[in-house]
Every structure is written in C-alpha cells, then in structure tokens.
C-alpha cells in the first residue's frame, strides 16, 4: 500500500489579516502619523460590508471557540476567510440546502450567563450575514460541537433540536412559519438524522436506532433491534450521513463499521472492521492492547459522490477515542476496503471533505514543532497543501452537503 507525505506549501496565515486589521484601527486612533492615518470621516474600502454569492461547495464553516464564538466562512480554493456566522457559545449551525439561510440552535442569557434564559433558533441572511429573525423554542442542551444535534429536514422546511430539558427530547421546528410545532419525547437516544417523509432516526443506548414518524397529534416511534454495545463498544456521534439516498455510515470505537438504509423499517447491515479493511489486525476492547483505532473530535469525513469515508486513526489502546489522529485512511466502504493512507505531519482532531468532484480535505490540526494549530487545506488528488491557515479556530467543520 503506497503511504503518502504531504509537504507543506507557502501558508497563508489568518493572524495576518488580524494583524492588519489592528494596524488599521491604530492608526485611525492617531497611534501612526498623520500622514499614513486613513480619513476618519470616509469608509475604509477594507472594512465595507460585501455581499456574499451563494454558498459553493468549496466553503468550509469553522466553529471557532470559546474565545472567539461564532463559525468562520473559508473558501478552499482561495485560502481567504470570507464572513463570520454570528453565534453564542456551545451552539450549533445549520446550512439550508437551498442556501436560503443560515440558521443557529443557541441558548443566551439576559445577562451573560445569567438572567432570563432564551433558547432559540437565529436565522441570518446568508448574503449579507445579517440577522433576519428569531424562532423561541423550549430549553435545548447545552452542547456545542455536534454535527447531528441540530438537523434540518424536508428541504430545510423542518428543524429538529436535541434537547435535554429536563429529559432527552427532540424539539420540532417550522421553519417555513418560524414557529416551534412540539417536543417529542426520545428516553436514552440521540444523534439525529432526517427522514424524508417521515421525520427523523437517532441512535440510543440500548443499541437500536429509533425511528420518529412526527405527522399526527403523537408522534410514532419504533426501534430496530440492538446492534452495537453503548456500553462495550459506542458508536462515535459523528458519522457519515447522505440526505439523498437516505443511507448512514457508522463507525464504532473498535473500529467496526456499519451502514444502514434509513426509512419507516431501517435495515442495518453486518458490520466489518476498518483495520481489516487496511490489511492490519483488527482492534479490541482489552486492556493494554495496542491497535490501530479511529478518534479525534471529528474523527470521519464522508464523500457522498464516491462513497468514501475519511477517518482519523491513531495507534493506542481502547478508549483514547479522543486522541487525535495521526493518519486519514480513505475507506471505500461499500468495497470493504482502505484504498490509501495518509500520514499527517502534525496530529488532526477534526476532519472534513467538500463535496466536490475533485474533493479537498480538511483537517483541524494541533499544535506541533512547525507552529501553532491550523487549519489545513489538501487537494485529495494530488497531496497537495494548498492553505494553512492558522488561528481560524478548531472546533467542528462543516461543509455545503446536497
């Protein structure tokens, strides 16, 4: 199996244009000479408002922090930070597939993290970045970071938030109306995907996948039988997902990988090992054994137009599914088989894909000798680093999905 380095390029660092920006800003408060100082009373040419173009499918969405909340627009094919989603700390963005909005599942305070609790829906105007208008819905959980707490279904007329309040439910959205429609109660399950026609499926503790049909006064909910062990061996929370087909890819931290055709009668398919897939000895849950095993915050990538899951895989023991990963393998899932591996010059804890034909990845990597985190653009077909970008936030990536 051929393993591949990528080699840095020339990076083009965000921490610049901030540093730029403040040299700015100095020098309209008189911190440079006169000569040099921007004209008050005229609009800086690069700080005026622009309009975005419609989402490509070349932007990635960064989720920047704590520090700095809100998720960053980049352009992959240009390297260049494009616009920032307004958003409160631990929230979670969804894009609609029209590209009629972007919307925000938050939770704020009257008075900061304290006062009058306000749990909502933030729409914004995807050209202008704009606030449009505000959906109040009853308390959601309060954790950001999670692809699959906040979906979207029927053609972005629908919203489902997870919720925890003070038990695990499902809060159902018009966004057609803007308006909440009801809470569905969902014991021991999460991870939501939509269902088109009939509403959502989430994975739960005991093993199954619950099914949620929510036409009619009470919403119908079915399970399948337990497939996995959310005791011995969980399911990672982030997981391949495609809209169109109706299909998930999961993968569990052993490494075991399902596939499931979603639908009023999910069908769940035996599961095989990703080690194996690679050529290498499965992995275990025992003690002290060393593997192969899959990780990171956002340890897998899914391309909907091959089939292919990207994953980031670390050598250790069973349960340090939260160490970065120091390798992708691209598995060709429906052939069973890892068909290249990729080691990383510095550690990624977060990956993503652009559903291009000529795909980038994207990697949230850490801290390592040759500087600090960044966010790192390859071209998937030829190895090539086309960005490095730091200081634009590592937190969870999203791109445009159809």
């Given at each position: 199996?051929?393993?591949?380095?990528?080699?840095?390029?020339?990076?083009?660092?965000?921490?610049?244009?901030?540093?730029?920006?403040?040299?700015?800003?100095?020098?309209?408060?008189?911190?440079?000479?006169?000569?040099?100082?921007?004209?008050?009373?005229?609009?800086?040419?690069?700080?005026?408002?622009?309009?975005?173009?419609?989402?490509?499918?070349?932007?990635?969405?960064?989720?920047?922090?704590?520090?700095?909340?809100?998720?960053?627009?980049?352009?992959?094919?240009?390297?260049?930070?494009?616009?920032?989603?307004?958003?409160?700390?631990?929230?979670?963005?969804?894009?609609?597939?029209?590209?009629?909005?972007?919307?925000?599942?938050?939770?704020?305070?009257?008075?900061?993290?304290?006062?009058?609790?306000?749990?909502?829906?933030?729409?914004?105007?995807?050209?202008?970045?704009?606030?449009?208008?505000?959906?109040?819905?009853?308390?959601?959980?309060?954790?950001?970071?999670?692809?699959?707490?906040?979906?979207?279904?029927?053609?972005?007329?629908?919203?489902?938030?997870?919720?925890?309040?003070?038990?695990?439910?499902?809060?159902?959205?018009?966004?057609?109306?803007?308006?909440?429609?009801?809470?569905?109660?969902?014991?021991?399950?999460?991870?939501?995907?939509?269902?088109?026609?009939i509403g959502f499926s989430a994975l739960c503790s005991d093993?199954?996948?619950?099914?949620?049909?929510?036409?009619?006064?009470?919403?119908?909910?079915?399970?399948?039988?337990?497939?996995?062990?959310?005791?011995?061996?969980?399911?990672?929370?982030?997981?391949?997902?495609?809209?169109?087909?109706?299909?998930?890819?999961?993968?569990?931290?052993?490494?075991?990988?399902?596939?499931?055709?979603?639908?009023?009668?999910?069908?769940?398919?035996?599961?095989?090992?990703?080690?194996?897939?690679?050529?290498?000895?499965?992995?275990?849950?025992?003690?002290?054994?060393?593997?192969?095993?899959?990780?990171?915050?956002?340890?897998?990538?899914?391309?909907?137009?091959t089939g292919h899951a990207f994953v980031l895989m670390h050598?250790?023991?069973?349960?340090?599914?939260?160490?970065?990963?120091?390798?992708?393998?691209?598995l060709d899932v429906a052939a069973k088989k890892v068909v290249?591996?990729?080691?990383?010059?510095?550690?990624?804890?977060?990956?993503?894909?652009?559903?291009?034909?000529?795909?980038?990845?994207?990697?949230?990597?850490?801290?390592?000798?040759?500087?600090?985190?960044?966010?790192?653009?390859?071209?998937?077909?030829?190895?090539?680093?086309?960005?490095?970008?730091?200081?634009?936030?590592?937190?969870?990536?999203?791109?445009?999905?159809?």
């Amino acid at each position: 199996m051929k393993m591949m380095k990528f080699q840095g390029k020339s990076s083009l660092s965000v921490m610049g244009r901030t540093t730029a920006a403040a040299v700015c800003a100095l020098a309209l408060a008189g911190g440079v000479p006169a000569a040099h100082a921007a004209d008050p009373l005229q609009p800086d040419p690069e700080l005026e408002a622009v309009s975005l173009p419609a989402a490509k499918p070349s932007w990635v969405f960064v989720e920047r922090g704590f520090v700095v909340p809100g998720n960053a627009i980049y352009d992959t094919d240009t390297g260049k930070m494009l616009g920032l989603v307004e958003a409160s700390t631990l929230s979670d963005l969804a894009i609609d597939p029209a590209g009629k909005a972007f919307y925000v599942s938050e939770t704020i305070w009257t008075k900061g993290w304290r006062g009058t609790r306000q749990d909502m829906i933030t729409v914004y105007d995807p050209a202008t970045l704009k606030l449009k208008t505000e959906i109040a819905m009853p308390g959601r959980i309060l954790i950001g970071g999670r692809k699959f707490n906040f979906v979207l279904a029927d053609e972005g007329k629908t919203a489902y938030v997870y919720n925890l309040d003070p038990a695990s439910s499902v809060n159902m959205v018009d966004l057609a109306k803007g308006k909440f429609v009801k809470k569905i109660e969902l014991p021991g399950c999460a991870s939501l995907m939509p269902v088109t026609g009939i509403g959502f499926s989430a994975l739960c503790s005991d093993g199954s996948l619950a099914t949620v049909k929510t036409a009619g006064a009470k919403p119908e909910i079915t399970r399948s039988a337990p497939f996995f062990s959310a005791t011995n061996d969980p399911i990672f929370d982030n997981f391949g997902y495609d809209r169109a087909k109706q299909t998930a890819v999961f993968l569990t931290y052993t490494g075991q990988v399902y596939t499931a055709k979603l639908g009023a009668t999910p069908t769940i398919s035996e599961p095989f090992s990703i080690q194996t897939a690679a050529g290498v000895a499965p992995a275990d849950t025992k003690p002290l054994d060393v593997h192969w095993y899959p990780g990171a915050r956002q340890g897998l990538a899914y391309h909907l137009g091959t089939g292919h899951a990207f994953v980031l895989m670390h050598t250790g023991e069973y349960w340090t599914h939260k160490a970065a990963g120091t390798e992708v393998w691209e598995l060709d899932v429906a052939a069973k088989k890892v068909v290249k591996r990729i080691p990383l010059e510095n550690p990624a804890s977060a990956i993503a894909i652009t559903q291009e034909t000529n795909p980038k990845l994207i990697l949230s990597t850490e801290r390592g000798e040759d500087g600090p985190s960044a966010l790192v653009i390859l071209d998937l077909k030829t190895g090539e680093q086309k960005f490095r970008l730091e200081n634009s936030g590592g937190g969870v990536l999203r791109t445009l999905e159809p």
